[in-house]
């Protein structure tokens, strides 16, 4: 890490009341007196300032805020300057702190500084980003449990009891049987499969942690003609795809993103289903099958009597019901786009399978590819720790300690650059 002093706009960039600049660096006492105009300025206080430039001439009228090292985000003395959200003010701001031997900050370059300032684990960094990318009341929800350490908590636990179990392994072999305790060997067995468990439970999740955060996917599909276009508008509120009696008029895939009790939804409007000479509607189909197969739940939509029953994964719609005369499947959700009978109860069948779905998200993990990759290497190990346990102690311990390094990793308490590059640079500037 270097030791430049760095700022950049922590708020969003554009007209506004308010935008936050945040700088952080080593000693900036002084200069926190310099610019707010305020002698021995109290830790964390906020001050009305006449905040001026280098000449003399007013920047703006704005409240300044001092954290001293290490009681700060970075852990190095860090300046908020909250200014109104004037471009011109930004710019001008930009301007003076540039001329101050300050440079603009690389994205994610705040939060790196505080995890190398142990202020932050890659897990909370990991949290942050999903926090900041968070669309819906679930993925806030979601996010903010693992940056405020709900994850690293876990994974701490886990390399935890790994070392320890790894020192046994690695002490059976020095030390006479009665300097340990009672039965270690089985109990260290024990509590590697007992790891191991918890760690396939948590990859079992992994489909739940990433519809939380990136979507959880609904597709419409049908025959041509069956309203699905029609329904598709109805749940999205909007008149997004097109609507016409003539066959496949829907010949690419319309996505839209909703809200649904908080869970984001990613809904998807398909080409109809038929046998066509049409190269371009069949390449539509093709990627029907594509959503289809993608699908987290698929709405089948039918215009007329169908004995198709839902599973799982499919509920089953007959649309057009102001138009039939009975109603046989009892299985089946009727609906009228038309009409909009029927949509409420819709949407309740996927609320329901949402929260079936989903609502093991308080147990769940917050795993990305990075993390997702490094518990399978973990499992991988003590999979062969568990496997070639035969007495060899030393080769036990090594794979029990190659899975404690996995998860060290995953904290970033092992790590390599190109690792922490790819964490911090999901970030924006400002974070």
């Not at 929800?141 to 390399?159: C, H, I, P, V």
Request: proline share 2%; glycine share 6%.
């Amino acid at each position: 890490m270097n030791n430049d002093t760095i700022f950049a706009l922590s708020s969003g960039f554009g007209k506004s009341g308010v935008a936050v600049i945040r700088i952080s660096g080593n000693g900036l006492y002084d200069f926190f007196e310099k610019i707010s105009g305020h002698k021995n300025p109290t830790p964390r206080q906020a001050y009305f300032c006449n905040f001026r430039d280098n000449t003399g001439d007013l920047i703006d009228q704005c409240i300044m805020i001092y954290f001293a090292a290490p009681q700060s985000f970075t852990g190095q003395d860090v300046i908020e300057i909250h200014t109104h959200g004037a471009t011109a003010v930004i710019n001008k701001v930009f301007s003076f702190l540039s001329t101050n031997n300050m440079r603009m900050a690389t994205p994610g370059e705040f939060s790196r500084r505080a995890f190398m300032n142990n202020k932050m684990d890659l897990t909370d960094v990991d949290g942050l980003a999903a926090l900041l990318d968070a669309q819906t009341d679930k993925q806030r929800q979601f996010a903010l449990k693992s940056m405020l350490g709900g994850d690293s908590e876990t994974y701490n636990t886990w390399r935890s009891k790994m070392i320890e179990i790894s020192a046994y392994a690695a002490a059976i072999l020095d030390y006479d049987a009665d300097d340990l305790p009672l039965n270690i060997d089985k109990k260290i067995l024990t509590q590697t499969r007992e790891l191991y468990n918890e760690i396939e439970k948590t990859l079992s999740h992994y489909n739940i942690s990433h519809a939380i955060t990136h979507g959880f996917n609904i597709t419409l599909i049908g025959e041509t003609n069956v309203g699905k276009s029609s329904i598709f508008n109805k749940l999205v509120g909007s008149n997004r795809a097109i609507v016409s009696n003539t066959p496949g008029t829907t010949r690419d895939v319309i996505s839209a993103q909703i809200d649904i009790d908080g869970f984001l939804v990613n809904l998807s409007d398909t080409a109809g289903l038929r046998e066509t000479d049409d190269q371009i509607e069949q390449m539509g189909i093709n990627r029907t099958k594509q959503e289809q197969d993608s699908a987290d739940l698929i709405l089948h939509i039918f215009n007329n009597k169908t004995d198709t029953q839902p599973d799982n994964k499919t509920i089953i719609v007959i649309n057009k019901s102001d138009e039939l005369k009975s109603k046989t499947n009892k299985k089946a959700i009727y609906t009228s786009a038309k009409t909009g009978a029927g949509i409420d109860e819709l949407l309740n069948a996927i609320r329901k399978h949402l929260h079936d779905a989903l609502d093991l998200s308080d147990n769940t993990l917050v795993i990305n590819t990075r993390t997702h990759k490094l518990l399978t290497d973990t499992q991988t190990e003590l999979k062969s720790a568990i496997e070639k346990y035969n007495g060899n102690y030393d080769i036990f311990a090594e794979h029990i300690r190659a899975a404690a390094d996995n998860i060290g990793k995953i904290l970033g308490t092992i790590t390599t650059n190109d690792v922490m590059d790819a964490t911090f640079s999901q970030l924006c500037l400002g974070k």
